[in-house]
């Protein structure tokens, strides 16, 4: 089988294609299944460098998602043999087969593309527009980021919850896409990352009731800034360095609030995942919830998929084919 290999921590020269190894047997309660497509994610880049809280020792193989067909199933595992599935949270995606617990995987239609059937950051999306706070017709969203994979699916759910949505994104090109997923105002940021007088202007002077902050460093202290009185600020991500901290006491005046989370806590219950699959999966289906566009990258090619996704020149999905 093929797999790619992070050799050592650092940049994507790193990532080198193994052939030859073969995939494990399913041992009772697995999978043994064979990689139609693997998503390239934000978060594999924060591994290959060793960055962030999720860190592991190389030599790895990275990738966190993926779609596939059943090739082999271990004892007490109901999945048919040629059943067509989608999980999250496998490290080692990056493979042509790949075993992995059964109950990380849930079965797909197979109307779906290899795009729509990428659900990691649609589960993202999912997580955060419906952990943090009900949100009401008219509630005030900021989303950073808003034409990346994660961002474009969060303004449409927000969007299809109710809420009125600012984007943010650093040119006019991506400004079109955070347009077409159906924001109502969007932000270009640029690359010094300035937003906040435009959001206090788009927002009357109240700043918005929730913010989700995936950049991190550059972001994150204008974005509490931005909350109206009560609102939130959901630290997501680390595109641009952590966040520095905040003293509490710089909350006081406006009572507002910081929180943060992970995918992989919000998935962490028997059939959490699934539940959330199955939402996506009605929204495609329904036809209000349209997946990014997506880009293929031969296997071999995974040290690109990376270049590309670093440069921020990307929208959409990038996945990997074997
Ligand atoms: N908390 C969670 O559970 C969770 C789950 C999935 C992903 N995430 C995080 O969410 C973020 C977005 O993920 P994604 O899959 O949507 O990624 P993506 O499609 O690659 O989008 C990332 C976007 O981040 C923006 N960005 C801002 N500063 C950047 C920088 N210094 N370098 C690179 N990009 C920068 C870019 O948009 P502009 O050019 O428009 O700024 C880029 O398009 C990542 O930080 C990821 O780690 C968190």
Known sequence: MQRVIVQALGGPEHLALETGAAAAAPAAGEVLVDVEAAGVNFLDINLRKGNGVHAVPAPFTPGLEGVGRVRAAGAGVALPIGQRVAWINVQGSYASALTMPADRVVPLPESLTPA???????????YLATEYRAIQPGDRVLVHAAAGGVGQLLVQWLKHLGAWVVGTT?????????????????????????????????????????????????????TVKGLARGGMAVSCGVSSG???????????????RIAAGSVFSYIARPGEFQARAARIIEGIAAGWLRMPEATAYPMARAADAHRDIESRQTHGKLYLVP
């Open 170 to 222: 650093s040119s006019a090109d991506k400004a079109e896409v955070v347009r077409a997923a159906g924001a109502d105002a969007v932000i270009n940021y640029g690359r010094d990352y300035r937003f906040l007088d435009e959001l206090m202007h788009l927002t009357d002077g109240h700043g918005v009731d929730l913010a989700f902050d995936s950049v991190g460093a550059a972001t994150f202290v204008p």
């Open 242 to 256: 952590p966040a520095p901290a905040i003293n509490p006491a710089e909350l006081t005046h406006a009572c507002t």
């Open 116 to 126: 729509q059937a990428l659900l990691f950051q649609a589960t993202t999306a999912h």
